[in-house]
């Protein structure tokens, strides 16, 4: 009789990484070279890895392309860019092309205000409760404060309180906003301690409980932007001009495009922020709740016709970025793509990622409004359903342009062209 496969693996988070590795090979009948590609740790250690994240059994490695052609703030940057999808970062080098001699992007920023969260309930006088609280603004900022002196001697600190009264389905909450500058961390860790600190301090001046202690990832105090003008010449003309903007107004018009435009504006920014180690999922969340904050999901970009004629393109979105803490400092490639940025500090980050976002919606919009995004992406594409077919070496760009040139790129199509050529060879 077959005993089934169980999942319950007492004591897995304690076994070696070698050892785990085993028994998910086990579990799941992988075979040798399974094995031994998973036992390819890449650029990240096995003892790094096993200690980042839990259960290590491998990693595993992405492309990191480099954008050229940036200029931002008057600095010219190369942009490394962590990304499994081809045209990403194509996209954002002919964009930089074709506003460089413009001056490139001028950026801007709030600064890196995050705010953390106490949820207080089983309060009778949320009102009440709500001038308690901001009565004790000052014993609140000593306390949080005490929590990170490194932060405090960098600058950082808590900045102000707000308190707000929810009402919500179940009863009236209270919730504490604890506004930190976090310098140049990404600060999650740094203000959920803060709200932890001050929890049972909040309890003992209201008599309510305090449930929630932890960061919003809608960071709209901690702003990135960016802007950049393109010239008519360089776009080629006013009907390319007047189709970005029309698609523009469509995503402006219609959350089903919005969320496919600002997924392209987050395949750039994504790009960075993973290559830099941060945190991309509280960017993508960050961006997205950002993007309906006048009522209607959205775009996250603007674009615009100037007094002269040209296209002005702007980009206001959270940016959650820092160079310290996280991933950031201890992955090797993450501090490799810092230095090749040469950012000093987080504000610097967030605002090359900014640009970065709005070169990408432009490249996007501009290709959607004329030949269309198949006709670039495949070129690239194909190179890839090539290998898929079994393509190795110099067959994989001859399978690919012979793709490219029939005009349909499909796996079936490059077996017929792989087979083709092998006979013909
Ligand atoms: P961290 O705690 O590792 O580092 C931040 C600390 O570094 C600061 O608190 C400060 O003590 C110190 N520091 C040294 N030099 C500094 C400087 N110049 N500026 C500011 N601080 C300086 O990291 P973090 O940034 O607080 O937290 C980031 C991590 O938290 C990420 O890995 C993220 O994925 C994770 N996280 C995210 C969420 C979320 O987004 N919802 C929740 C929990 C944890």
Same mark, same amino acid.
């Given at each position: 009789?077959?005993?089934?496969?169980?999942?319950?693996?007492?004591?897995?988070?304690?076994?070696?990484?070698?050892?785990?590795?085993?028994?998910?090979?086990?579990?799941?009948?992988?075979?040798?070279?399974?094995?031994?590609?998973?036992?390819?740790?890449?650029?990240?250690?096995?003892?790094?890895?096993?200690?980042?994240?839990?259960?290590?059994?491998?990693?595993?490695?992405?492309?990191?392309?480099?954008?050229?052609?940036?200029?931002?703030?008057?600095?010219?940057?190369?942009?490394?860019?962590?990304?499994?999808?081809?045209?990403?970062?194509?996209?954002?080098?002919?964009?930089?092309?074709?506003?460089?001699?413009?001056?490139?992007?001028?950026?801007?920023?709030?600064?890196?205000?995050?705010?953390?969260?106490?949820?207080?309930?089983?309060?009778?006088?949320?009102?009440?409760?709500?001038?308690?609280?901001?009565?004790?603004?000052?014993?609140?900022?000593?306390?949080?404060?005490?929590?990170?002196?490194?932060?405090?001697?960098?600058?950082?600190?808590?900045?102000?309180?707000?308190?707000?009264?929810?009402?919500?389905?179940?009863?009236?909450?209270?919730?504490?906003?604890?506004?930190?500058?976090?310098?140049?961390?990404?600060?999650?860790?740094?203000?959920?301690?803060?709200?932890?600190?001050?929890?049972?301090?909040?309890?003992?001046?209201?008599?309510?409980?305090?449930?929630?202690?932890?960061?919003?990832?809608? %960071?709209?105090?901690? *702003? &990135?932007?960016?802007?950049?003008?393109?010239?008519?010449?360089? !776009?080629? +003309?006013? #009907?390319? @001009?007047?189709?970005?903007?029309?698609?523009?107004?469509?995503?402006?018009?219609?959350?089903?495009?919005?969320?496919?435009?600002?997924?392209?504006?987050?395949?750039?920014?994504?790009?960075?922020?993973?290559?830099?180690?941060?945190?991309?999922?509280?960017?993508?969340?960050?961006?997205?709740?950002?993007?309906?904050?006048?009522?209607?999901?959205?775009?996250?970009?603007?674009?615009?016709?100037? %007094?002269?004629?040209? *296209? &002005?393109?702007?980009?206001?979105?959270?940016?959650?970025?820092? !160079?310290? +803490?996280? #991933?950031? @400092?201890?992955?090797?490639?993450?501090?490799?793509?810092?230095?090749?940025?040469?950012?000093?500090?987080?504000?610097?980050?967030?605002?090359?990622?900014?640009?970065?976002?709005?070169?990408?919606?432009?490249?996007?919009?501009?290709?959607?409004?004329?030949?269309?995004?198949?006709?670039?992406?495949?070129?690239?594409?194909?190179?890839?359903?090539?290998?898929?077919?079994?393509?190795?070496?110099?067959?994989?760009?001859?399978? &690919?342009?012979?793709?490219?040139?029939?005009?349909?790129?499909? !796996?079936?199509?490059?077996?017929?062209?792989?087979?083709?050529?092998?006979?013909?060879?």
């Amino acid at each position: 009789m077959k005993v089934a496969k169980s999942s319950r693996i007492s004591g897995f988070h304690a076994l070696s990484t070698e050892e785990r590795l085993a028994r998910v090979a086990g579990f799941c009948d992988l075979d040798k070279e399974t094995v031994a590609q998973l036992r390819k740790y890449g650029d990240l250690d096995a003892e790094l890895a096993n200690r980042l994240i839990e259960n290590v059994i491998g990693t595993i490695s992405l492309p990191v392309g480099i954008a050229t052609n940036m200029k931002i703030d008057g600095q010219d940057v190369l942009i490394p860019m962590a990304t499994e999808e081809s045209s990403v970062v194509a996209a954002v080098c002919n964009a930089g092309r074709q506003c460089y001699d413009n001056g490139g992007f001028a950026t801007s920023s709030t600064g890196a205000l995050m705010i953390a969260q106490v949820q207080l309930t089983q309060i009778s006088d949320p009102q009440y409760a709500r001038l308690q609280i901001l009565e004790k603004e000052e014993e609140i900022k000593r306390i949080c404060d005490a929590c990170d002196p490194v932060l405090l001697d960098h600058g950082g600190g808590l900045q102000s309180i707000e308190v707000r009264v929810l009402t919500t389905a179940a009863e009236p909450m209270v919730v504490l906003h604890l506004v930190v500058d976090v310098k140049d961390a990404m600060g999650a860790n740094a203000v959920n301690s803060m709200a932890e600190a001050v929890a049972p301090f909040i309890e003992q001046w209201t008599g309510g409980q305090v449930l929630l202690r932890i960061l919003s990832n809608l %960071a709209d105090r901690r *702003l &990135a932007r960016a802007r950049a003008v393109w010239g008519l010449d360089a !776009i080629g +003309g006013v #009907a390319v @001009r007047d189709g970005i903007i029309s698609a523009y107004q469509m995503a402006q018009a219609d959350p089903y495009r919005a969320t496919t435009h600002n997924k392209g504006i987050m395949n750039g920014v994504s790009a960075v922020v993973l290559a830099t180690g941060n945190d991309t999922r509280a960017i993508e969340a960050g961006a997205h709740a950002y993007a309906v904050k006048d009522g209607q999901y959205g775009s996250l970009t603007h674009w615009e016709v100037t %007094a002269q004629g040209d *296209l &002005a393109g702007s980009i206001e979105l959270p940016m959650a970025v820092g !160079i310290i +803490g996280g #991933a950031t @400092r201890l992955h090797p490639t993450a501090q490799a793509c810092l230095k090749i940025l040469a950012v000093d500090s987080a504000d610097r980050l967030m605002r090359i990622i900014a640009a970065v976002g709005l070169a990408q919606n432009f490249s996007a919009l501009k290709a959607l409004a004329t030949t269309g995004i198949q006709k670039g992406h495949m070129a690239l594409h194909a190179q890839n359903i090539a290998m898929l077919a079994g393509a190795q070496g110099e067959e994989i760009a001859r399978v &690919a342009e012979r793709m490219v040139q029939s005009e349909t790129v499909r !796996i079936d199509v490059a077996q017929q062209i792989l087979n083709k050529l092998r006979q013909e060879t």
